[in-house]
């Protein structure tokens, strides 16, 4: 996910294993964004004989999927669920996540300088 969503335009099998770090096969490629594609995680586009992959949403839209998921699984008791996610970030994430409930924001802030958004493990694809 992380050469899609870095990628200016969709890209193609070939182009997204030749930029892969780790030996993994071409095939086993194939197969991970075919089935992305099928839980609709990412585009699929012909382009001739091939497929052209781009990720259906931000990484900050599919990071905020993955939180509603994980709350909806916590049961009845989601206040406390987001009262201890509070309680673990940092002071700069605690007044963006303040600052966006009081302006009633939908948009992300630019991420800040020496802040990387790649820091949590990513899919390679």
């Given at each position: 996910?992380?050469?899609?969503?870095?990628?200016?335009?969709?890209?193609?099998?070939?182009?997204?294993?030749?930029?892969?770090?780790?030996?993994?096969?071409?095939?086993?490629?194939?197969?991970?964004?075919?089935?992305?594609a099928k839980?609709?995680?990412?585009?699929?586009?012909?382009?001739?004989?091939?497929?052209?992959?781009?990720?259906?949403?931000?990484?900050?839209?599919?990071?905020?999927?993955?939180?509603l998921d994980?709350?909806?699984?916590?049961?009845?008791?989601?206040?406390?669920?987001?009262?201890?996610?509070?309680?673990?970030?940092?002071?700069?994430?605690?007044?963006?996540?303040?600052a966006?409930?009081?302006?009633?924001?939908?948009?992300?802030?630019?991420?800040?300088?020496?802040?990387d958004?790649?820091?949590?493990?990513?899919?390679?694809?």
């Amino acid at each position: 996910m992380a050469r899609l969503w870095a990628a200016p335009g969709p890209l193609t099998v070939r182009e997204v294993h030749d930029q892969l770090e780790r030996e993994l096969a071409y095939t086993t490629v194939m197969t991970v964004l075919g089935r992305l594609a099928k839980k609709g995680v990412v585009r699929q586009e012909r382009d001739g004989k091939a497929y052209r992959y781009a990720a259906a949403a931000t990484r900050e839209q599919m990071a905020a999927e993955l939180m509603l998921d994980a709350l909806g699984d916590v049961g009845e008791d989601r206040t406390a669920a987001l009262v201890a996610f509070v309680d673990r970030v940092g002071p700069e994430e605690a007044a963006a996540l303040r600052a966006a409930l009081l302006d009633g924001r939908s948009e992300v802030p630019a991420p800040r300088a020496g802040h990387d958004d790649g820091d949590a493990p990513t899919p390679e694809s």
